[in-house]
């Protein structure tokens, strides 16, 4: 059994990692968060700490280096903007780090923590959950032992319904969460140069605070995509079946379509990260390349190849 420290235990993502660690039979030694809103810990971990200022956090992690209660593992669930420095802090102090994605927001502060991996010894790993979706998988086994030479059009459609929190958030300030691109976009774009190659071209055609669409072209695949955080983006098929996320992927004409089998694949990240097996944040530089490179581009509008729902 391992112990964990978990920092951002109030936030969004983090029930997934609580279930994570609960499930693959560790234990929760110290949370920490701003925020004193984690009852959610009482479900699997009662007798966890608890702290509300960071240097009471880092203290305790002190306090038990060496004992029953020394902390192997650190998971990361919060704003994407610090994330760098919860892993560089993670790593320097002997654990191990399980960062939630984006792992960082630009290449070079990657580079930098990979530097920090070296020196300290300790890995830094990053949950990449759409490489572990069985339909996905599929897919790249069919790419994979399709003809070498092909190269596939691909319109990827990806809406998730948010409420005004989130644009008052830290979510809806570019600054600390990359935006649309970085905050919804990652795993989609680790996914399709996990599948179709690495990247050639890219293309901004339309990026606002609540959408943003554009053209890839991978080694194997001419992409044109839609992200959006807005429900008036929803096809009407999903509002009459009462979804608020909505994933699709037209590959050559043909819909894959991939909303559903997503419940536990947080859990299988880390029983693979345990195992010896996971993503290192490594791993993880295409997908940041890619966002970096959308978040410095200047939108060139509905010019050119682009997604329809771009009009929208």
Request: proline share 4%; charged share 25%; glycine share 8%.
């Amino acid at each position: 059994m391992a112990n964990f420290a978990l920092i951002g235990a109030a936030g969004y993502i983090a029930p997934r990692h609580l279930k994570a660690i609960a499930d693959t039979d560790n234990n929760l030694v110290v949370a920490f968060d701003k925020s004193d809103n984690v009852g959610r810990l009482d479900s699997s971990f009662p007798d966890c700490a608890f702290f509300m200022e960071q240097e009471d956090f880092e203290d305790f992690c002190n306090s038990v280096k060496g004992t029953p209660d020394n902390i192997d593992w650190l998971s990361i669930c919060t704003p994407n903007h610090t994330h760098d420095a919860f892993i560089r802090y993670g790593l320097q102090m002997g654990a191990d780090v399980i960062c939630e994605k984006p792992v960082v927001l630009t290449p070079s502060a990657l580079e930098e923590l990979m530097k920090v991996e070296e020196e300290t010894g300790h890995h830094a790993y990053t949950i990449l959950q759409l490489r572990l979706h069985e339909s996905i998988i599929a897919l790249k086994k069919k790419i994979d032992e399709g003809p070498t030479d092909k190269v596939y059009d691909i319109d990827l459609t990806y809406i998730t319904s948010r409420g005004k929190w989130y644009y008052a958030s830290w979510k809806g300030n570019d600054k600390k969460s990359g935006g649309v691109a970085a905050d919804i976009g990652i795993h989609f774009y680790d996914m399709l140069q996990w599948i179709f190659g690495p990247v050639q071209e890219n293309i901004v055609h339309i990026k606002k605070y609540d959408r943003v669409a554009g053209y890839l072209r991978f080694k194997k695949a001419r992409v044109r995509y839609f992200l959006s955080t807005n429900a008036e983006c929803l096809p009407e098929k999903a509002v009459q079946e009462g979804k608020k996320t909505y994933r699709t992927l037209m590959c050559d004409g043909s819909e894959f379509e991939f909303s559903d089998g997503f419940a536990d694949l947080h859990t299988e990240n880390y029983r693979k990260i345990l195992n010896g097996n996971g993503f290192r944040i490594s791993e993880a530089m295409p997908s940041i390349k890619i966002i970096d490179e959308i978040s410095k581009a200047t939108p060139v509008g509905l010019v050119g190849d682009y997604h329809p729902l771009a009009e929208s």
